[in-house]
């Protein structure tokens, strides 16, 4: 079945770590994106690529890096110089970017102490 | 400033008892309307596009409208399974970067 995987499901790090959160997709989509989930509040974007070797900055970019050298993959990097990293991280592809319906993964709860 | 401001926040309902869900938003240029259901612990999943004012989309024991202003989630007879919570996300310029979403209703139906 196609589908988006991400990993792993937790992820516990110290203050002060990098740490990568992985996602992949087998849907043969161009645009992947990366969302954060915090309670109470709307699902905010943090990066979106269109295509390979090419992606943008979304609301919420700062302390947050990516990678896409294959159309599969979409690996978020959280750096120790994103102030509040704890929450639920959500990687979603789509068919195109032209509001086309997204397709999410199960998600990545990262938990830094 | 665009929004979306969904209600109920949270609502509980006894298996077969219909009510609707509301998203409402304040954005101008509307793209697309998009409703997705929510697991806890998982990702959402996408359950209807509505483009223009008076669409509906209906998929088992669920329908979906739109309006200018807002759109409804109508669940008629449900279920436990559905208990969920559910989402909108509107698209008000070109581009799925261009999504609001909202905060969400979390829906319990009990047994």
């Given at each position: 079945?196609?589908?988006?995987?991400?990993?792993?499901?937790?992820?516990?790090?110290?203050?002060?770590?990098?740490?990568?959160?992985?996602?992949?997709?087998?849907?043969?989509?161009?645009?992947?994106?990366?969302y954060r989930q915090d309670p109470g509040q709307g699902l905010r974007l943090i990066?979106?690529?269109?295509?390979?070797?090419?992606?943008?900055?979304g609301d919420i970019?700062?302390?947050?890096?990516?990678?896409?050298?294959?159309?599969?993959?979409?690996?978020?990097?959280?750096?120790?110089?994103?102030?509040n990293?704890t929450a639920f991280y959500l990687?979603?592809?789509?068919?195109?970017?032209?509001?086309?319906?997204?397709?999410?993964?199960?998600?990545?709860?990262?938990?830094?102490? | 400033?665009?929004q979306v401001t969904q209600?109920?926040e949270?609502?509980?309902?006894?298996?077969?008892?219909?009510?609707?869900?509301?998203?409402?938003?304040?954005?101008?240029?509307?793209?697309?309307?998009?409703?997705?259901?929510q697991?806890?612990?998982?990702?959402p999943?996408?359950?209807?596009?509505?483009?223009?004012?008076?669409?509906?989309?209906?998929?088992?024991?669920?329908?979906?409208?739109?309006?200018?202003?807002?759109?409804?989630?109508?669940?008629?007879?449900?279920?436990?399974?559905?208990?969920?919570t559910?989402l909108?996300a509107?698209?008000?310029?070109?581009?799925?970067?261009?999504l609001t979403f909202g905060t969400g209703?979390r829906?319990?139906?009990?047994?």
């Amino acid at each position: 079945d196609g589908g988006i995987t991400q990993s792993p499901k937790y992820l516990f790090r110290k203050e002060g770590q990098n740490v990568t959160l992985s996602c992949e997709q087998n849907l043969n989509h161009d645009a992947m994106y990366w969302y954060r989930q915090d309670p109470g509040q709307g699902l905010r974007l943090i990066y979106y690529s269109q295509i390979v070797n090419d992606f943008q900055k979304g609301d919420i970019a700062e302390g947050y890096s990516v990678s896409r050298e294959k159309k599969e993959s979409f690996p978020l990097t959280v750096t120790s110089a994103q102030k509040n990293p704890t929450a639920f991280y959500l990687c979603a592809s789509s068919v195109n970017r032209q509001n086309s319906p997204l397709h999410f993964g199960n998600g990545t709860r990262l938990t830094v102490t | 400033e665009d929004q979306v401001t969904q209600s109920p926040e949270a609502l509980r309902l006894q298996e077969g008892e219909s009510s609707s869900l509301n998203c409402s938003y304040t954005v101008s240029g509307l793209r697309g309307l998009f409703w997705y259901r929510q697991d806890p612990g998982k990702g959402p999943e996408f359950l209807f596009t509505l483009y223009s004012a008076g669409e509906e989309k209906e998929k088992e024991r669920l329908k979906a409208t739109l309006t200018k202003k807002e759109s409804f989630l109508h669940i008629t007879a449900p279920k436990p399974e559905d208990s969920a919570t559910y989402l909108c996300a509107v698209g008000w310029n070109f581009g799925n970067e261009k999504l609001t979403f909202g905060t969400g209703t979390r829906l319990t139906i009990i047994p």
